[in-house]
């Protein structure tokens, strides 16, 4: 009898992680079903270069001159980010074809096992060519252990630009702020 019990318990662990899973993975698939389409007119290049959008007219204006900038020759694009953040990926050899270039409150060295980011960590991703979707609010996910991330996606011309930070920051106001500030400064350069 007390090996059938532990079978049944084990049977029950295993369905629930399953359904947990396909939980997780259906509400994924809504919040990309439901995110707006992007006029293919918003972004219309002109002199051969992709003109940049603020991403919200309401974003306060940040004193950016001071700010490191990062310039990829290669992919014709830059973005400023504020002195004391990182630029989280050591050497382009190193990463895919079209980024992720990730730029981040902290060190790449700070993320804990499984990649999560540090309590009140900020990231600004950018990766080219898999962005068909903006969202025009940041958008609340909700992780297992009460791990919370606010995130917003950004598209330019075949360009994402993901946001994110922690959903529990007590200035997550101003850190949204802070990061639509940053992909503002984004902008393509001549090649």
């Known amino acids: 009898m007390q090996q059938f019990t532990n079978k049944t318990i084990t049977a029950l662990v295993a369905a629930f992680f399953v359904v947990l899973v396909g939980v997780i993975g259906v509400q994924s698939w809504k919040n990309v079903q439901t995110a707006p389409e992007i006029s293919s007119t918003q972004n219309q290049p002109t002199n051969n270069q992709p003109q940049s959008k603020p991403l919200a007219e309401n974003v306060g204006q940040a004193d950016t001159k001071n700010w490191k900038t990062y310039r990829n020759e290669k992919y014709g694009f830059e973005i400023k980010y504020p002195?004391?953040?990182?630029?989280?990926?050591?050497?382009?050899?190193?990463?895919?074809?079209?980024?992720?270039?990730?730029?981040?409150?902290?060190?790449?060295?700070?993320?804990?096992?499984g990649g999560i980011r540090p309590p009140l960590g900020m990231t600004v991703v950018i990766a080219k060519g898999i962005c068909n979707k903006s969202s025009d609010t940041w958008q609340r996910q909700e992780y297992i252990a009460k791990f919370v991330d606010m995130e917003k996606i950004v598209c330019r011309d075949g360009f994402q630009i993901s946001l994110s930070l922690d959903g529990n920051d007590p200035k997550i106001v101003e850190h949204e702020q802070l990061l639509e500030i940053i992909a503002n400064t984004f902008k393509f350069i001549s090649k």
């Open 83 to 113: 002195t004391s953040w990182y630029k989280n990926f050591e050497s382009e050899m190193l990463m895919f074809e079209n980024g992720p270039w990730e730029f981040a409150s902290f060190p790449q060295t700070a993320y804990s096992h």
